[in-house]
């Protein structure tokens, strides 16, 4: 159904043919791991931006920060790759499930 909200114990309670399959698990690993180092990047930015004390920044600083941002923009960037796939993955499952259902 489209814009229906799966809540993750949803996820967690149906055994689907994605969620058993080893490498749908892997992509779910490697989803997480993308987050996690977003999330730090995102950290690093914010703090790295917490740090500057005088504006405008100076040339260096100035790099520096647009370095971070680079960086996390990168993390983000994988991290929404990752996240598409595991989704796009459960929502091909769940319509040939519900095609199967139709069908019998």
Request: hydrophobic share 35%.
């Amino acid at each position: 159904m489209p814009g229906r909200i799966i809540s993750m114990r949803n996820l967690r309670n149906k055994k689907s043919a994605a969620t058993t399959n080893p490498s749908f698990v892997q992509l779910q690993r490697n989803c997480s791991r993308a987050l996690d180092r977003y999330l730090r990047a995102a950290e690093n930015t914010r703090a790295y931006m917490m740090e500057a004390r005088e504006c405008p920044l100076d040339p260096e600083q100035r790099e520096k920060l647009l370095e971070h941002i680079r960086n996390e923009t990168r993390a983000h960037d994988a991290y929404m790759r990752f996240r598409r796939q595991v989704w796009t993955l459960l929502a091909d499952t769940g319509q040939r499930q519900n095609n199967l259902k139709m069908a019998a």
